[in-house]
């Protein structure tokens, strides 16, 4: 009896840490949802955004203006303007024009990763790419390497920083996705802005879970990559393209 | 003079010179703690909260080495406890006056510029409070 209470503990323990399993492949919460601050980002998830450019209002940019607001960007234009989402309206042969915001597709085999000398470019578990600052000697190789024009390189002082958000002159940056809210379970600030604005054009969650919203809508639509032809596998897909 | 007279003379003055270097070395000694140095004292203020996340002697030898694991963690594997963050050092330590730990009397910068350490955090990172670790502390 107490052998059989012992191992039923033991496999209600083993039920609670992998995430309160009811069945197999069906689990209460997701592991990579509510992830304790000490643990580490999990592997076994991709997020990705999904973006329906027949739902992307064209002149709407409030996508870049929660982006700028959430980094602590200056929302400036000019070239040497650090700007981490772009809206770009695009003309297909007919002459019909849509309406998409561009930034860091955070490809699965990133180019920016490949060129950096330093190691500072990197790819995190569960597919962010990002830039570790402390390592980045400011090269721009990755900005060269980049096939969408995504990173911005930091030309002056930046002062009045976020708290989460570290930014300095010298460096290269570009869209986290949000990383910092991601951490604390919540979603990117575009995607936020988007669907406080109505259009919900934007849709972000885990590309590798097959019952997530975005794969389960990904499955369903055609969902394109830009420039897939490049084979970089990028998390970031286009609706409409 | 006889030699014991003299040897006495001698035991006399030498007794009386041991006396005053004591003396001097007594009086001198909290004098010269508090001797003007050509770089002042660092001002530190003392900080907000009940205690500081390690021991005092330990944070002094081995604040950078904390910060440096800790930011290698956060940057590269998404764990952002708050114990060891920069975020935590600033939320405590910022000045009652200024809001922050850098500028003139700034708890990280005037022991670094006495120490004459150069400070680098504080050229991307924020040397206010912010939100996050309040809101992780509640």
Redesign the interface.
Known sequence: MSVHHGRRKFLWEAAALAGVVLAPGITLYDLAQGRAPEAAAPGTVRWGLLVDMNRCATGCDACVTACDKENGLSGGKAVTDAQWIRKIDRRDARGLVRSLPMMCQHCAEPPCVDVCPTGASFKRADGIVLVDKHTCIGCRYCVMACPYGARSFVHEPVTNQKPDVPRGKGCVESCTLCVHRIDRDRIPACVEACATEGHNALLFGDLNDPRSEISQRIAAVTATQVRADLNLDTAVRYQGL | MTDGSRDRCLRQIALFAIALFVAAATLAAPEAARAPTRVPLPAIEAATGERCVEDTAFMRRNHMELLLHQ?D?T????????RHSL?NC?TCHAGKKTGRVTGDGGFCASCHSYAGVALDCF????D??????AE?KR
């Open positions: 930011r963690r940057v590269h594997e998404g764990i952002r406890t708050i975020a600033v050229e991307c990172h924020a206010k409070p912010g939100a996050a670790v992780a």
